[in-house]
């Protein structure tokens, strides 16, 4: 069984940043697109940011666009979400989703998605 560990959340005030880590156990980052997707209390869970299993393609929803950087690191099993100008529309739980999905693809979509962490609180404060 994969695990999924997310780290970095916290309370941030308004135009703040932070940095969300995501962290694979047991199994190769690099056989895995990876997504983060975060869910405010009342919402349906939300795709925010993927990356494929190389880190050639990326997305990202639409408001956090030039706002948040999702990275990968594949010798350290990490995925990163950097989150700047945060705003309070982006307070939710955020968690990371692993996908054995083909190269060169990764998706925002709640149903493909084949493991998920427990997610990581953000809190953005006006």
């Known amino acids: 069984q994969l695990q999924l560990v997310e780290s970095g959340g916290g309370l941030v005030q308004l135009g703040g940043s932070l940095r969300l880590s995501c962290t694979l156990s047991r199994f190769t980052l690099g056989s895995y697109a990876i997504s983060w997707f975060r869910q405010a209390p009342g919402k349906e869970r939300e795709g925010v940011s993927c990356?494929?299993?190389?880190?050639?393609?990326?997305n990202y929803a639409d408001d956090v666009k030039g706002r948040f950087t999702i990275s990968r690191d594949n010798a350290r099993n990490t995925v990163s979400l950097q989150m700047n100008s945060l705003e309070p529309a982006d307070t939710a739980n955020y968690y990371c989703a692993a996908d054995r999905t083909r190269d060169n693809y990764c998706s925002m979509s709640v149903s493909p998605m084949d493991f998920w962490g427990q997610g990581t609180q953000v809190t953005v404060s006006s």
């Open positions: 990356i494929s299993r190389n880190g050639g393609t990326t």
